[in-house]
């Protein structure tokens, strides 16, 4: 059964760091693009980055763009989350997420954005920025 577990979640000061892991099990997942969301009470699920099961550029959103890394080891089949120069605004649960995508360009960048477009889901794990 496929399976994506994180790990790495805790309370950080402002400015501080954290490393979440993903581990996949289950599936052939170096077929699918691998991906980071977060919720935060109150609030929609919202894409954080993507990293393409090719590799290559991976995307961000503009709210974490030169703060967070992703990045991938498929021969652990995990990929990583670093997180620098937190704030409290990046205070949620974080998912990971797996999804295959067929578009390339434009439409690539506009569909990695919906959580509905990925297949497997991990059970989150909370960060959490004091000020």
């Known amino acids: 059964q496929a399976q994506l577990v994180e790990s790495g979640g805790g309370l950080v000061q402002a400015g501080g760091s954290l490393r979440l892991s993903c581990v996949a099990s289950?599936?052939?997942?170096?077929?699918?693009?691998m991906g980071w969301f977060r919720q935060a009470p109150g609030k929609e699920r919202e894409f954080v980055a993507l990293?393409?099961?090719?590799?290559?550029?991976?995307y961000y959103a503009d709210s974490v763009k030169g703060r967070f890394t992703i990045s991938k080891d498929n021969a652990k089949n995990t990929v990583y989350l670093q997180m620098s120069s937190l704030k409290p605004e990046d205070t949620a649960v974080y998912f990971c997420?797996?999804?295959?995508?067929?578009?390339?360009?434009?439409?690539?960048?506009?569909?990695?954005?919906?959580?509905?477009?990925?297949?497997?889901w991990g059970q989150g794990t909370q960060v959490t920025v004091s000020s």
């Open positions: 990293i393409r099961r090719t590799g290559g550029s991976p």
């Open positions: 997420a797996a999804g295959r995508f067929l578009q390339n360009g434009p439409g690539l960048a506009a569909a990695i954005m919906s959580p509905a477009n990925y297949d497997y």
């Open positions: 289950g599936r052939t997942f170096s077929l699918y693009a």
